[in-house]
């Protein structure tokens, strides 16, 4: 079993940046798949962008490539996802989610992860 505890959110303007982390507990952090997910008021949580174990492979939705990126570092148990050219239309709870996954497929479905973080709140002001 893994906890996940997200921190960085906060409030940005437009075309900003802002840095989420997403710290693990437990000692096989290497083994699980890493999602970022988000849900604005009134909105489905969608899927933002995943890592897979290793950290060789990454996958974005469309309405974020390009301006953000995740990234993980093994050693110290964490996720990141580094957000750039902020819109007001990306506010929301970022939540982190992981699943003890060492396969192939993108997972970016909110079934595909056991494990959720409490979620940090990023707001973009216009």
Do not use: H
Request: one cysteine or more.
């Amino acid at each position: 079993q893994v906890q996940l505890v997200e921190s960085g959110g906060g409030l940005v303007q437009t075309g900003g940046s802002l840095r989420l982390s997403c710290a693990a507990s437990g000692r096989t952090f290497n083994r699980y798949t890493m999602g970022w997910f988000r849900q604005a008021p009134g909105k489905e949580r969608e899927f933002v962008a995943t890592i897979n174990w290793s950290g060789r492979t990454t996958y974005y939705a469309d309405s974020v490539k390009g301006r953000f990126t995740i990234s993980r570092d093994n050693a110290k148990n964490t996720v990141y996802l580094q957000m750039s050219s902020l819109r007001p239309e990306d506010a929301a709870v970022y939540y982190c989610a992981a699943e003890d996954y060492q396969g192939i497929y993108v997972r970016r479905r909110r079934d595909d992860y056991s494990y959720w973080g409490q979620g940090t709140q990023v707001t973009v002001s216009s």
